[in-house]
Structures are given as C-alpha cells and as structure tokens.
T-cell receptor, first 114, second 114 residues
C-alpha cells in the first residue's frame, strides 16, 4: 500500500540553527499539506500546496519558515533560525485533488530544539 | 471562526466496555466531519467520516453521526479492545473555499486495559 514518506523521523537541533524536513507524498496526489502538532494538541495546518502552487500559508510564520514543492511532487519545509517554541511533530499529508477526500498522513518528524 | 472541541482525556476503560468520545464543532457553511486515530509512533489514519447532516460514518466497530442541530459528531464503540488504545482526533473540513483544509480538535487519549 502506498504511503507518505517523511525524513528524518527525529531531529535535534540547537536554537538559531537551520533545519529542513522532507516529504514524498503518495504518487499522483496533487495536494500536499504540512501540519505542526505541538505535544498535547491537534495538528495545525502550516501550508497547503495544490501541485506546485501554495494555496494556503496563512498560519506559516514566514519570517522563519519556508516551504517549496518545485516540481509538484516532493516537498521541503525549512526553519531558519529555529527557536525553542518550534519543538513539535511536523506532519506531512497528501490527498487527491477533490474536496473532502481523505488525507493520508506520513509518520511525522519530531523536532526538538535545545 | 471554525473550531472543534473534544472531551479531555485520558479516557481509561476496561476491555469490552462502551466508548463515547464527545466532539462538538463551530463552523460556517456545511462542513464535513472526520475522526482520525493516531496509534503510538504512527501517523494519523482516517477512522471514519460524514459529509452531510444525519450521515453516519462507521468503520472497525466505531461509528459517529453528524448532528447539525447539536453541532456534534460523537464517536462511539460498543465493545473496546486493548488494540483500540490510541489518540483520537475529531476534525472538520470543507470550510476553506474548496481546498480541503482540516481543523482538528486537541485529541483524546484512550487507554484500554485487559
């Protein structure tokens, strides 16, 4: 069964350093999402792509976070510089183009900023 | 604004007990409603969904009914198993202009003991 791949699974970084996460969605899925899940809370959408275009980045802290999906397939989320409050699980999900389709989630990257 | 409120956990039950996890929502328009489950160390998986009022979603013995009059989507299971131990997230979607954004509740942890 096709799955969403994410790497790394765990990342420890120091405050002020740069960090990047990678996501490979299910083949053929046009929509890709990055969520942040703080411990004890539900996931919150950071950015959503339709093919290579950003359609929603209203909750993305653009002074330090950036995301790209250059060829409309895999995606990278970057944080520079990392802050202590960025410690969280970063989840990637993908879905087919239509509204209300199930979102398929990857295993996530757990980030710890020290 | 759009939001989801879930009952706080943890919920601790004995095997074969009846489960209810309450979920209420606030939304403009006509959202779709979802329950996702997160097993330890894994990503979120869709458990069930309902796309319009009075629809009942069901899967693996779990069920939830979309109640527009009470803005609720409570999750129920008649007889839980140890393997049901996980975190359950209620979510609403379809409220961001057709781009399938999901808004999650904080999650409810379920622990089932033999």
């Amino acid at each position: 069964e096709a799955e969403v791949a994410q790497s790394p699974r765990y990342k420890i970084t120091e405050k002020s350093q740069a960090v990047a996460f990678w996501c490979d969605p299910i083949s053929g899925h046009a929509t890709l999402y990055w969520y942040r899940q703080i411990l004890g809370q539900g996931p919150e959408l950071l950015v959503q792509f339709q093919d290579e275009s950003v359609v929603d980045d209203s909750q993305l802290p653009k002074d330090r976070f950036s995301a790209e999906r250059l060829k409309g397939v895999d995606s990278t989320l970057k944080i520079q510089p990392a802050e202590l409050g960025d410690s969280a699980m970063y989840l990637c999900a993908s879905s087919p183009r239509q509204v209300d389709d199930e979102q398929y989630f990857g295993p996530g990257t757990r980030l710890t900023v020290t | 604004g759009n939001s989801v409120t879930q009952m706080e956990g943890p919920v601790t039950l004995s095997e074969e007990a009846f489960l209810t996890i309450n979920c209420t929502y606030t939304a403009t328009g006509y959202p779709s409603l979802f329950w996702y489950v997160q097993y330890p160390g894994e990503g979120l998986q869709l458990l069930l969904k309902a796309t319009k009022a009075d629809d009942k979603g069901s899967n693996k013995g779990f069920e939830a009914t979309y109640r527009k009059e009470t803005t609720s989507f409570h999750l129920e299971k008649g007889s839980v198993q140890v393997s049901d131990s996980a975190v359950y997230f209620c979510a609403l979607g379809g409220v961001s202009g057709g781009y399938n954004k999901l808004i999650f509740g904080a999650g409810t942890r379920l622990a089932v003991h033999p």
